[in-house]
């Protein structure tokens, strides 16, 4: 049997797929179970409101949103939940993921998401952050994620080729 998913990735259309493939890529690499799921705030309210509610319950502990446009899902996600969410500002056609960017960021006090990069570099780093966040309590995790980082150092070249 496949292990419950650990980390929820929501995202506003699958036309966000292309960007948010690289938390899921991220979660592959560091070995967290995860889903993912197509979850609008505004064309599926219902969906989300029922996501949410039960995310939880259903063993989730971190979720990852990401959205382009009047990018409301993250906030929206946790509105409904407790569970830390991390919003990915989708870039958008018509102002490159500013709006995005913006919509997800400021939240008003008291319902926190933590806002990563526009783009792909925020949803590979919306799926190390959550890593992160569950390693603080699995040492086996939190060893996977140490190799991955000192894989990532060594593979920095000293000088350009
Ligand atoms: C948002 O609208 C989605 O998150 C997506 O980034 C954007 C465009 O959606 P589609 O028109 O491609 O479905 O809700």
């Known amino acids: 049997m496949a292990e419950s998913p650990l980390v ?18 991220a979660l592959d690499a560091l070995g967290v179970p ?7 705030a505004h064309r599926t309210p219902k969906r989300l409101y029922d996501y949410a509610e039960s995310a939880v319950e259903r063993g989730l502990k971190v979720v990852i949103a ?3 446009g009047a990018a409301h899902l993250p906030g ?7 569970l830390p969410v991390l919003g990915v500002p989708v870039q958008s056609k018509a102002l490159d993921g500013m ?24 949803a590979t780093n919306a799926g190390l952050m959550a890593a992160a966040i569950l390693a603080t309590a699995d040492d086996a995790l939190a060893e996977r994620l ?7 150092t060594d593979s920095v070249a000293h000088e350009p080729e």
Do not use: F, N, Y
């Open 8 to 25: 929820g990735i929501i995202m506003g259309s699958t036309s966000d797929w292309e960007t948010m493939r690289h938390a899921a890529d």
């Open 34 to 40: 995860h889903e993912v799921k197509v979850v609008s």
């Open 66 to 68: 990401g959205a382009g």
């Open 76 to 82: 929206m996600a946790a509105s409904m939940t407790r």
């Open 99 to 122: 709006d995005s960017l913006l919509s997800i960021v400021q939240m008003p006090g008291g319902v926190p998401v933590g806002t990563l990069a526009i783009g792909k570099a925020g």
């Open 146 to 152: 140490d190799a991955w980082r000192a894989k990532q």
